[in-house]
């Protein structure tokens, strides 16, 4: 069983989502866009063992705080290669948002599609969904879709921002999303979550 925390950090709104393997305390931070103390001290209520900070993409306003996490966790920090070029201008990107200066976070390693991240009993499956920036990927575990700008309730990621793609990501939703069962829960960077099903049936971009 997973237990799972969300918090809503920061001036954008971002779901930073902490998840963890009930029976052994092993974690992992979603996203920790801002908000660092917060997810700390929730971290500590629940004794958790963080080994991983999972990034769905590389915009700032969800990696604002990997370097306050890493840090005080000594947690391993991961994304797709294919977004490492918007950590070269990270302080840009605050700036331009008005966040606070992130920093130089370095990635511990790259994930791939189809990579496997075991968190204590559960299995997280890496799927690489690109579209709202090249190396956007979501997390696959349990029943629950962690996926970033991909897709919210109702809408989609932007795809004018640096190397965004509208058709990529109408491509990596119908062929990595929709193909899953329609009670799998989506748990979106922004918003409220909803589902595969409910996606497929009342999102006007499908």
Excluded: W
């Excluded at 500590?44 to 969800?62: E, M, N, S």
């Amino acid at each position: 069983m997973m237990l799972l925390k969300r918090i809503t950090a920061g001036p954008l709104g971002v779901n930073c989502y902490i998840i963890a393997c009930e029976q052994t305390g092993v974690g992992a931070v979603i996203d920790p866009g801002d908000d660092a103390p917060m997810i700390l001290n929730v971290i500590a209520q629940q004794r958790l063992d963080v080994k991983y900070i999972l990034l769905t993409h590389g915009h700032v306003d969800h990696l604002a705080h990997v370097s306050r996490i890493k840090n005080e966790l000594g947690a391993q920090f991961l994304m797709h290669q294919d977004d490492a070029f918007l950590l070269k201008g990270l302080f840009a990107q605050a700036l331009m948002f008005g966040l606070p200066n992130p920093g130089n976070p370095k990635p511990d390693r790259f994930i791939a599609d189809g990579d496997e991240i075991a968190l204590g009993n559960l299995t997280i499956k890496v799927l690489h969904t690109p579209g709202h920036s090249p190396g956007s990927v979501t997390y696959f575990v349990e029943n629950k879709l962690f996926v970033g700008d991909l897709i919210f309730a109702g809408s989609i990621g932007r795809t004018d921002l640096p190397k965004g793609n509208f058709q990529t990501l109408i491509h990596s939703v119908q062929t990595k999303i929709f193909t899953l069962p329609d009670s799998t829960i989506i748990y979106p960077g922004h918003g409220p979550e909803t589902t595969v099903g409910q996606e497929k049936l009342t999102n006007p971009f499908f």
